[in-house]
């Protein structure tokens, strides 16, 4: 659970893009009628926010690269939806920059991304 009124200081349009990513990531690779999780915790001065989709399983020798500019798992993902390889490598250097972090993790056709981010 997360403290009412928890604040977080940051650049309120790069945040933004970095959950807008997540999620239509999360929507675009989603499985047909599942739902898709948003998540929020804090444990002591840091706020966790987990998006958690149900979809074809990233293998882990991809995941470890799910990161990098231009990356995509799986080549036959076209840019029919919207992407090019950018969208997760921008998120990680927003969140960086802002001194947090994004991992994620993917098996038994779930998927995972979590970012952290100092609380103020």
Known sequence: MIEPNKMIRCDVNK???????LLRNAVNYSFENTEIL????QKEDRV???????????????????FE???????????????AGLGLAIAKE???????????????????????IVSS
């Open 15 to 21: 945040m933004q893009r970095v959950f807008d990513n």
């Open 94 to 116: 927003i969140v960086t920059l802002h001194g947090g972090a994004i991992t994620a993790h993917s098996e038994n056709e779930t998927i995972t991304f979590e970012v952290t």
């Open 69 to 83: 500019r231009f990356y995509r798992p799986d080549s036959s993902r076209s840019t029919g939806n919207g992407g």
């Open 38 to 41: 948003i998540a929020v915790t």
């Open 48 to 66: 966790h926010i987990k998006v958690t989709n149900h979809g074809a399983t990233i293998p882990k020798d991809k995941l470890e690269h799910i």
